[in-house]
């Protein structure tokens, strides 16, 4: 098959921005997403809806041809995916944060940011069993990690104990009054007792103590979710998928809805991820996929920080080092971000993301690939939702609605 039949779909996390008077990527000097705009076609596309600010997660489902509505069951299953745990149905899986704490007030909700390496050897004390729920936990990066429940008559319609602030740690409580719900609560609650324990007394943290380093002797839970095995990106769409990501979400949306996952050395999924080694593996990937789905996180993290100048730099080190590399592939590029996250507000907006698309498609009269000059390119204004059908029919496999 042809590389015009072929599709990449770049996502660049947290892409859009708000003027402070110009925004990230009307101040980054980016030639080639420009050129890419001036022989393409251009718009803005609310991921979601319009206003509605989505999720690291709901956002890239819907992009992918998910409906988060249907298909949306939770984060912790994604993220535990993603870090490599096989999930079965029913089980129940959560976001966790190894955190400091004093007594049960948390003094700091990252232990200090803790070392991947340590949270590594934390890891082994926090697999057990808690009657007859089996306890599934695995460190992913720095301070975060995944818990999985994994037994008979669970639910994850149970409240979490992260209180997403420096506060007390929460107990959870069932949110419905059914027996599964009341069983969960009570091992989630039975679990973050017990992890205390075993981490109090592990020689990691001991050595912290001594050389006055946060203690990572708690951990907090958040986002339930229980695993549903959904039909996969072949059975409903007919393609062949792979994703390139460092960040183990984006690598479980993947797995979650049956892609492949190359793990590429340096793809770290921070603002220091090696963007030519994601660019090499994702046009070799083109081989044997009709869709190759990539992912880079810095913009986000930036704006998350409220860094202007980093979202700025880490844009012009995406359009030297990873768009001469999947230009030259021939394949179709759809180049946007799963949502906008303004500098100034330091977080997730619902405001509309710009959009290019390189290849089997007309071109309009925008030059500049920003937020501004995408407002009146020929794509106008669409949806996450119109991307799978946009990319069926780019790469020639749309089926025809009727007769």
Not at 168 to 175: A, F, G, R, V, Y
Not at 253 to 260: E, Q
Not at 281 to 289: F, H, I, M, Q, Y
Request: net charge positive; charged share 25%; glycine share 12%.
């Amino acid at each position: 098959m042809t590389s015009d039949k072929k599709a990449i779909l770049l996502i660049i996390d947290g892409l859009g921005d708000l003027p402070t008077p110009k925004t990230p990527l009307q101040t980054a000097k980016k030639p080639n997403l420009d050129k890419l705009a001036k022989d393409g076609i251009t718009g803005l596309m609310s991921t979601i809806g319009r206003g509605i600010v989505p999720g690291s997660d709901t956002g890239h489902l819907q992009l992918l041809g998910y409906e988060p509505r249907e298909y949306y069951h939770g984060r912790g299953p994604l993220e535990a995916l993603g870090a490599g745990i096989a999930l079965r149905n029913g089980d129940i899986a959560f976001r966790a944060n190894f955190a400091t704490a004093k007594g049960n007030n948390i003094v700091d909700r990252r232990a200090g940011r803790l070392e991947t390496t340590i949270a590594k050897r934390l890891e082994s004390v926090l697999n057990f069993e808690i009657e007859d729920v089996q306890c599934i936990f695995k460190s992913t990066v720095e301070h975060r990690g995944v818990l999985v429940l994994r037994g008979k008559g669970l639910s994850a319609n149970i409240s979490e104990t992260d209180p997403h602030k420096n506060d007390h740690i929460l107990e959870s409580k069932p949110l419905d009054d059914s027996k599964e719900a009341k069983k969960t609560a009570a091992v989630v609650n039975a679990f973050t007792r017990s992890a205390r324990d075993h981490l109090h007394v592990h020689e990691d943290n001991r050595k912290r103590e001594k050389t006055g380093k946060p203690e990572a002797n708690a951990v907090l839970l958040r986002g339930a979710g229980a695993y549903v095995k959904v039909p996969t990106i072949t059975e409903r769409f007919g393609i062949t998928a792979t994703c390139v990501a460092g960040g183990a979400l984006y690598k479980g949306v993947a797995k979650y809805i049956g892609m492949s996952v190359l793990n590429v050395d340096g793809a770290t999924g921070t603002a220091d991820t090696n963007l030519k080694e994601k660019g090499k593996a994702t046009v070799n990937a083109l081989r044997g996929n009709d869709l190759v789905f990539l992912h880079v996180k810095g913009c986000d993290s930036f704006g998350h920080d409220g860094d202007f100048n980093g979202k700025t730099k880490m844009i012009e080190r995406i359009d030297a080092e990873l768009i001469p590399i999947i230009a030259k592939s021939g394949a179709n590029l759809i180049i946007t971000g799963d949502h906008s996250t303004p500098c100034i507000i330091k977080g997730h907006s619902g405001h509309e993301v710009p959009i290019l698309i390189h290849g089997n498609e007309r071109a309009d009269e925008v030059k500049t690939f920003d937020e501004q000059s995408c407002m009146g390119g020929g794509l106008g204004h669409i949806n996450g939702k119109d991307i799978m059908p946009i990319i069926l029919n780019l790469i020639g496999k749309a089926k025809k609605y009727g007769s």
